[in-house]
């Protein structure tokens, strides 16, 4: 049985988007033309964002446990949304995974691997459940997601 650890909210609307709930958290979200500021957010950069950070925390734990350190280590992520013939959209992610800290290729080679395998973002699909209590708290939603509603 599995343990939580911890969890986070974000809320979407009218063009932001919140993380658990603080003011200070609130970001613009732009339109996934590109179109929109080059500060705002889209679920590509979000995810992105999520991944590296995840990957990374997985990378630090795998090397750990086989003896590489993992202190000048980074990780990129680039994640793609793409629209499909079909009319359906896609994302899809590239990763990069610096460790300057594996001697060797093989060595490099199983951290990454192990580093892959940890990460609950990597993978075929993150299981997603439809919580109707929560739908229906929204339904009483009183305004944007926005910086100034603290």
Do not use: K, W
Request: charged content about 25%; some cysteine.
């Amino acid at each position: 049985m599995a343990r939580d650890i911890y969890s986070a909210e974000a809320t979407s609307s009218r063009g932001s988007v919140r993380v658990d709930g603080r003011g200070d958290l609130a970001y613009p979200v732009g339109e996934p033309s590109g179109n929109g500021t080059a500060d705002a957010l889209n679920p590509e950069r979000l995810y992105a964002a999520a991944l590296a950070t995840c990957l990374h925390q997985s990378l630090t734990i795998a090397a750990t446990s086989l003896d590489v350190e993992p202190a000048e280590s980074v990780v990129t992520a680039e994640a793609t949304l793409s629209h499909r013939d079909d009319g359906r959209y896609e994302l899809h992610a590239a990763v990069g995974i610096y460790l300057p800290g594996a001697s060797t290729d093989e060595l490099y080679d199983a951290v990454t691997r192990e580093a892959l395998r940890l990460c609950p973002l990597v993978g075929t699909e993150v299981p997603v459940t439809f919580d109707h209590d929560r739908a229906r708290a929204l339904q009483h939603h009183r305004g944007p997601a926005d910086p100034g509603q603290n």
